[in-house]
Nanobody
Framework: QLQLVESGGGLVQPGGSLRLSCAISGYTWDYYAIGWFRQAPGKEREGVSCISSSDGKTYYADSVKGRFTISKDSAKNTLSLQMNSLKPEDTAVYYC?????????????????WGQGTQVTVSS
């Protein structure tokens, strides 16, 4: 059974960094794009970043380009999101998700498997 478990969220000051991890079990890397979504209070869920399992191609939302870096470790079945220069507007619940195609990997409605989410709060 496929499972995704996020970790690494927390409270950080503006300008700080956090590293999120997603442990994936029961997954065949070749079949999915994997990525991160987030949902802030009162807002719709949005795609943050994703990576193609087949060729490593990456996508970043404009709001996080240059600050966030996505990576995967196929040997450890782990997806990571390094978040630097965090801003209060990055505050949200962050979710790891699998999508069947890279070209839809930033669309929440296309994600097929979800983790439970981890809270990231950026505040002084």
């Amino acid at each position: 059974q496929l499972q995704l478990v996020e970790s690494g969220g927390g409270l950080v000051q503006p300008g700080g960094s956090l590293r999120l991890s997603c442990a994936i079990s029961g997954y065949t890397w070749d079949y999915y794009a994997i990525g991160w979504f987030r949902q802030a209070p009162g807002k719709e869920r949005e795609g943050v970043s994703c990576i193609s399992s087949s060729d490593g191609k990456t996508y970043y939302a404009d709001s996080v380009k240059g600050r966030f870096t996505i990576s995967k470790d196929s040997a450890k079945n782990t997806l990571s999101l390094q978040m630097n220069s965090l801003k209060p507007e990055d505050t949200a619940v962050y979710y790891c998700a699998l999508t069947s195609t890279y070209y839809a990997c930033s669309v929440p409605e296309m994600a097929e498997y979800w983790g439970q989410g981890t809270q990231v709060t950026v505040s002084s």
